[in-house]
């Protein structure tokens, strides 16, 4: 099992940017496939952008050109660059590790994001 910690999320005015943060608990970087995953209330949760052990990354269409994500293996921290931010991106946001080999899943709690003027 991995321990993810998500952070940077907050409240930003459309247009704006957020950096999130997803700190795994130790080294998983070569064998798990790292996401982000967003939810509205009452609706499911949304696959939002993912980065393989090989480095080969995915986002959803109405993300692309707007969000990056990448990884500091040194710091065992997945990163979630949110540029151009819209009205319709605001969601809590979770961070999401999938092994490889046993495909096992872990979640982090969640981080709010929230675009409004």
């Known amino acids: 099992q991995v321990q993810l910690v998500e952070s940077g999320g907050g409240l930003v005015q459309p247009g704006g940017s957020l950096r999130l943060s997803c700190a795994a608990s130790r080294s998983i970087f070569s064998i798990y496939t790292m996401g982000w995953y967003r939810q509205l209330p009452g609706k499911q949760r949304e696959l939002v952008a993912t980065i393989s052990p090989g480095g080969s990354t995915y986002y959803v269409d109405s993300v692309k050109g707007r969000f990056t994500i990448s990884r500091d293996s040194a710091k065992n921290t997945v990163y979630l660059q949110m540029n151009s931010l819209k009205p319709e991106d605001t969601a809590v946001y979770y961070c999401?590790?999938?092994?490889?080999?046993?495909?096992?899943?872990?979640w982090g709690q969640g981080t709010q994001v929230t675009v409004s003027s």
């Open positions: 999401n590790a999938r092994n490889a080999i046993s495909m096992n899943v872990d």
